[in-house]
Every structure is written in structure tokens, then in C-alpha cells.
């Protein structure tokens, strides 16, 4: 292959650009002084070899598949602007010639055009102004611009920055990690958090892409975090504060505890307060029992009054009320860093809040199996041991758990341990439900009409009626429901004196069915023989419609041994 004219070559030279020309084989035969220089690839060289990257696109305009190409693409590190062209002789393909352009170059030129030097003046006033530091680098991390933010921050100017390279201001201890050189390497977005002469930074690296899929930039926004940290720390000594603030809540929400009126009748209410008092000068564990909404947490409440504990702290955890994935953490706490999100010093749990004190956990049911390990160890030592930390601490905690579960049957399950039912079933206290305290329902319902009374600053007084009807209700929500009801009734209650038609629809509904009224009167029959008639009666229907005495007592509104009695009474047993 003959060498290019001199004339030919000058005229390459003179371009100022890199220009290569190849023939059919794709071999290249000319190349200007620029192309040696940066490329160190001249003529007789395959371009296949030489850049094996741009060779498709001048394939395919040698063979006529494409008229002409352009493309973007990095070579020798640089990114280049490409032109391949064909080259004719009377009207063939003989060769194609190649002229690329640093796009560094490309910029330059085209910040000439007005229309850009517009935008780029916009985009120059945007990034200046930002709060945040933003590094502009290119695809191997040199970094090409740095605006006022990031030169405050490093106390450097931009001119000290720019052109160098990130792995070079790592090795002069610039900086001892570089978003954008990992970001430049992984191809994908990174987060850094640094401490750099006494101050937090986090740095973002985001990699920017072309047409083509090709790394070009990374955009490192970063900001220092120093002052954030400090609030942080400071948001900490205000919760310690709070803490003190919710102890001094406990103690007077325990001394409204000693004003509050437990209303006990039946003998079943009356037994478990008498249990509830007795226990409370032990520091056993105790297992509250009975449905939902019967008072399990006022029984607690009494024990911790009535204990050595009562100057310490009362801590309530409903375990059913907290996400699994938190449980643990609320409850023996958790170190710096022991999981996202997590506070950077850590945080103390409700066992180490309730130190010296009483620890109340409600609906213990809902407690995760991996939570029901660490409790048992607890109550087996006293020891607690934090999320994230390998040491344990000491704790001085009287539990109390309640339920509204069968924990028998969850055992059974393989729901709840069976080594800590039996830990925390030391002492069981039974609560009953209101359908079994039936002493107690209108002594309640006075009560909680006239606390709710005094609330709203009007005196309301139910009928006769209305309090028959209230007070034959079998209350399915226990207490909590009751107290719902009466609260409902004197706020929506039109007049002082609620009647029938101001009772909720499930109250009259029963009231309704439960009208005698029209039952005629036989002659010669006495009013208890009338009264043993219909409850035989009642007792008959009730025996078809239920499977057992329990079933038939929670809907006639009694407890089992009157059922057991009345069925003897009457020949059912």
C-alpha cells in the first residue's frame, strides 16, 4: 500500500482535527497528525483493531448500508463526536473517511451559538445558586466543574478541583472515598456519608447516560449534614426531658387511679379485685384474663398501686399495636446503627423505661415468637440484652401480661411457648365479663351517665324504661362498650331525660323483642306460676338453639350456675 501524498497528508494535518480514511478492507490509509497523537494509529492499521467500537458504524456505510453515520462514543477515555462519510470513485465506494471531535472541543463551539449561551448562563445561575455542593465529573471520575456550595464546604477554590482526578484527591487526602469514582465504576446511583474535618457530609453520585446506554457524566450532589446531626442530638435531650415529663404523667396518672370508683357487685368482680390486691404485694408475674374490653387494664393498674412499685413508673405496651418488625426494638431497645432508621445513639426500650417499676403487656397473645424467647430469658434472669448490642444489663421489672386468647390452645398451636405461658400464668386473676356481673350493670350505667353527665356540664337521667332496657343488654364489648353507650346517650340525648327512643338501635332492638305486653293472662294462674311457665319456656327454646350451658347464659344475660340450677329447677338436667 503506497504512503499518501504529501500535499494529502498536509491537508489532514491542517484540519485540526482526528480524520482517518480507510479503504474497502477497512484498512486505514490515511491518518492526520491529530489521530497519531492521540490515538497512536496510523496507516496500514486495521480499524477493527484499532477501534474495534466504531468499526460497525463505518462497516456498514463501506457496504452501502448506511449513507452516512454519526455517533457518540469514548475512546482513549475522552468522549468523541464521530462523522464517517463514503468516499466515491465514479460513483463506487473505494473508502470512507472518519473525523471525530473531542466533545470538549464540540462544547466549546457550540457555546458560541447565542441560543445555547442562553441556556447555559440559565443552567450556570441554577447550579450556582444551589444550597447543595454539586461535582460534575466525567466518565472517569476527572472532575469538570465544581460550584460556590462544594467550595465552601472543602474550603477550596473550584480552580484547586477541577481537571484533577478523583483517585487523586483520594491519595492527597482530599478526601478518603469518592462517590463519583464508585459511581463512575459500579454504573449505578451511590450515597456516602463522610466525616471530613470534623463535619458530616453525605454525598449522592448519580451516573448520567447517552442515547446509547454510554456512561458521560456523574452529577455528585452533596451537602453537609453537621448541623442536621447537632439538631439531631439535641432532639434527643429533648426527648430525655419528655421522659421525665411522661414519669411525672404516670404519677399523676396514678394518683387519678386512687380517685377512680371501681364498681363491684357480683361475686365474680368482687373475688378478682380481692385477687388483684393480694397479688399486688408479691412481685410475682401475673396473667389477666377475661374478653376484650372487660378491664383487664384497670386490674393492672390496682396491682401496681397497691405495690412496693407504686412511686415507679407504670409502662403499658400493647404488643398487638406494634408492627413485628418493631416489637423487639420497643421493647428491649436498640443500639447505634442496629437497623434503618434507627436513632444514631440508640434508643432504650420499654424495659429499661420501666426500671424499679411495673411493665404491663397487653394482648401478650400478639407477642412474635422470636420477642416470646427474649421475654422468657428475661423473666428467668432479669437480664435484657438490646437490638444490635452483644452485652446484657440488669433490669429491676414486675411483668403483667393480659390476653383475651386462649393461650391454652395457642400452645396447643404452636403459637406461644409453653416455658412461658407457665412463667407468666404464676398467678391467673380471671375478670369477668358484664354479662356475668349482672349486679354490677346498673350501678355502672348510673355511674357513667353522670361521669359523662358532669363532662358536658347538663344533667341527664334515664327512664325506667330505657334503664331496664339498658340493663337487660348482654354488653358483647364488656365495659368499654357500656361506657361507648351512656357517653353516646348524653351527648346526643335531645331533653334531660333519655327515654326508649334515644337508646341505641342494638339496646332497642332487644328491648322490643323482650315486650310481654301482649301475652294474655290465664285465669286461675298465679304470677310465679306465670313466671316459671316462660322461663321453662325460655330455657326450652335456649337448650334447641345452644349446645351448652355456657352458650345459654351469655344470651339469657346470666352466669352458668344460675343456668345449671334453673335447668334442675325445671326438670333439664
Not at 328 to 353: D, I, N, R, V
Amino acid at each position: 500500500m503506497s504512503n499518501p501524498s504529501p500535499e494529502l497528508q498536509a491537508l489532514a494535518d491542517a484540519t485540526g482535527r482526528i480524520l482517518l480514511q480507510v479503504d474497502r478492507t477497512g484498512t486505514i490509509t490515511l491518518a492526520s497528525s491529530l489521530a497519531r497523537q492521540q490515538l497512536e494509529i496510523g496507516p496500514g492499521t486495521r480499524l477493527a483493531s484499532a477501534l474495534p467500537s466504531v468499526w460497525p458504524q463505518v462497516d456498514a456505510v463501506l457496504n452501502g448500508r448506511l449513507e452516512q453515520s454519526e455517533l457518540t462514543h469514548q475512546v482513549a477515555g475522552r468522549d468523541y463526536f464521530i462523522g464517517v462519510s463514503p468516499q466515491l470513485d465514479n460513483g463506487r465506494i473505494c473508502g470512507a473517511v472518519c473525523i471525530m471531535v473531542d466533545s470538549r472541543q464540540l462544547d466549546s463551539m457550540t457555546r458560541k451559538l447565542p441560543s445555547f449561551h442562553a441556556l447555559a448562563r440559565e443552567l450556570d445561575t441554577i447550579i450556582d445558586s444551589s444550597s447543595d455542593g454539586l461535582f460534575v465529573c466525567d466518565a472517569d471520575a476527572n472532575v469538570i466543574r465544581v460550584n460556590p456550595a462544594s467550595e465552601r464546604i472543602h474550603n477550596l477554590s473550584a480552580a484547586e478541583i477541577v481537571g484533577r482526578n478523583m483517585r487523586e484527591l483520594i491519595a492527597s487526602g482530599f478526601i478518603d472515598r469518592s462517590a463519583a469514582l464508585e459511581a463512575s465504576q459500579s454504573k449505578k446511583r451511590v450515597s456516602l456519608l463522610q466525616d471530613k474535618d470534623g463535619r458530616k457530609l453525605i454525598s449522592i453520585a448519580t451516573p448520567v447516560f447517552d442515547d446509547q446506554g454510554t456512561l458521560i457524566r456523574v452529577v455528585v450532589s452533596e451537602r453537609d449534614i453537621t448541623e442536621i446531626d447537632n439538631l439531631q442530638r439535641e432532639l434527643e435531650k429533648q426527648e430525655a426531658i419528655r421522659d421525665g415529663f411522661r414519669d411525672q404523667m404516670l404519677a399523676m396518672q396514678q394518683s387519678e387511679l386512687e380517685s377512680r370508683q371501681i364498681i363491684a357487685r357480683s361475686p365474680a368482680m368482687l373475688r378478682a379485685l380481692q385477687q388483684a390486691i393480694k397479688v399486688a404485694r408479691a412481685d410475682s408475674s401475673v396473667l389477666i384474663l377475661g374478653e376484650s374490653g372487660v378491664g383487664k387494664g384497670l386490674i393492672a393498674d390496682l396491682i401496681h398501686q397497691n405495690s412496693r412499685r407504686c412511686q415507679q413508673p407504670l409502662i403499658k405496651i400493647n404488643c398487638g399495636a406494634i408492627p413485628e418488625s418493631l416489637i423487639e426494638a420497643e421493647l428491649f431497645g436498640y443500639e447505634k446503627g442496629a437497623f434503618t432508621g434507627a436513632q444514631a445513639s440508640g434508643k432504650p426500650g420499654h424495659f429499661e423505661l420501666a426500671d424499679g417499676g411495673t411493665l404491663f403487656l397487653d394482648e401478650i397473645a400478639e407477642l412474635p415468637l422470636p420477642s416470646q424467647v427474649k421475654l422468657l430469658r428475661f423473666l428467668e434472669d432479669g437480664r435484657i440484652t438490646r437490638l444490635g448490642s452483644t452485652g446484657s444489663k440488669t433490669v429491676d421489672v414486675r411483668v403483667l401480661a393480659a390476653t383475651h386468647r386462649n393461650l391454652e390452645e395457642m400452645v396447643e398451636q404452636g403459637r406461644f411457648r409453653l416455658d412461658l405461658y407457665y412463667r407468666l400464668n404464676v398467678i391467673p386473676i380471671q375478670v369477668p365479663a358484664v354479662r356475668e356481673r349482672r349486679d354490677c350493670v346498673i350501678p355502672l350505667i348510673r355511674h357513667y351517665i353522670d361521669h359523662f353527665s358532669q363532662q358536658v356540664g347538663e344533667k341527664k337521667r334515664l327512664t325506667r324504661a330505657a334503664l331496664d332496657a339498658l340493663a337487660s343488654y348482654p354488653y358483647p364489648g364488656n365495659v368499654r362498650e357500656l361506657m361507648n353507650i351512656c357517653e353516646r346517650l348524653v351527648v346526643m340525648a335531645e331533653t334531660e331525660t333519655i327515654d326508649l327512643s334515644d337508646l341505641p338501635a342494638q339496646v332497642g332492638a332487644r328491648s322490643a323483642s323482650l315486650d310481654f305486653s301482649s301475652l294474655g293472662w290465664p285465669a286461675d294462674v298465679s304470677l310465679q306460676q306465670a313466671l316459671d311457665q316462660v322461663e321453662k319456656s325460655l330455657l326450652s327454646q335456649a337448650r334447641e338453639r345452644f349446645s351448652n350451658q355456657t352458650e345459654i347464659a351469655a344470651a339469657l344475660g346470666v352466669n352458668q350456675s344460675t343456668i345449671a340450677r334453673k335447668l334442675k329447677k325445671h326438670g333439664f338436667g
